[in-house]
C-alpha cells in the first residue's frame, strides 16, 4: 500500500501518531484545507500555474478561498489521488523531473491517455497508474 506519511507531507498535511489509511479517509470526507492543492502544485507542476484548477474548479477555489472554507470531500478526494500517483512515480524513478514527465506523458498502456489524466478520473484509474508503476518497478511493464 502507498506511504501514507509520503502523501501527508506532499499535502501539507500534519502528520500523526495514528497515520494511516483510515485517518486519511476521515481527513477527506471532512474536506482538506485549500492549501493543500498549493503544495500539491509545488510539488507535482511547479510551472503549471493552472494545475490546480485540474483539480478544482477555478470559481469553487476563489469562492472556498474567499469563504475561508475546506475543500470538499470530492475534491480532497481527487488532490489525494494526485499525490498517491505523484509519490508512486518519486518512488519508482527517484527524481522528480522523471516522475513528472511519466504522469504527464501518454502511455499505450493507458489507452495513450497521461498517467496524471487517468488518476485524476477516479479511484480505478489511480489503481491503473500504480499497477504501471509497479510493473514498471518490477522490470515486467510490457
Known amino acids: 500500500m502507498e506511504d501514507v506519511t509520503a502523501v501527508e507531507r506532499v499535502l ?4 500523526s501518531e495514528r497515520s494511516s489509511v ?3 479517509a476521515e481527513r477527506i470526507q471532512r474536506g482538506f484545507p485549500v492549501n493543500t492543492l498549493m503544495r500539491l502544485q ?3 507542476a511547479p510551472e503549471d500555474k493552472g ?3 485540474r483539480i478544482v474548479a ?3 477555489l476563489q469562492r472556498r478561498r474567499k469563504m475561508r472554507q475546506p475543500l470538499n470531500p470530492h475534491d480532497s478526494e481527487k488532490a489525494y489521488r494526485v499525490a498517491r500517483a505523484w509519490t508512486a512515480a518519486v518512488r519508482v524513478y527517484q527524481d522528480d523531473e522523471t516522475a ?9 498502456l493507458l489507452d495513450d ?5 487517468v488518476a485524476m478520473q477516479n479511484s480505478a484509474g489511480l489503481e ?3 499497477d504501471l508503476l509497479g510493473r514498471l518497478e518490477h522490470g515486467s511493464a510490457l
Open 12 to 15: 501539507g498535511l500534519e502528520h
Open 51 to 53: 494545475f490546480v484548477y
Open 113 to 117: 491517455q497521461a498517467p496524471m489524466t
Open 100 to 108: 513528472r514527465a511519466f504522469l504527464e506523458r501518454k502511455h499505450p
Open 22 to 24: 483510515l485517518l486519511m
Open 58 to 60: 477555478r470559481p469553487t
Open 128 to 130: 491503473a497508474v500504480e
Open 42 to 44: 509545488r510539488a507535482v
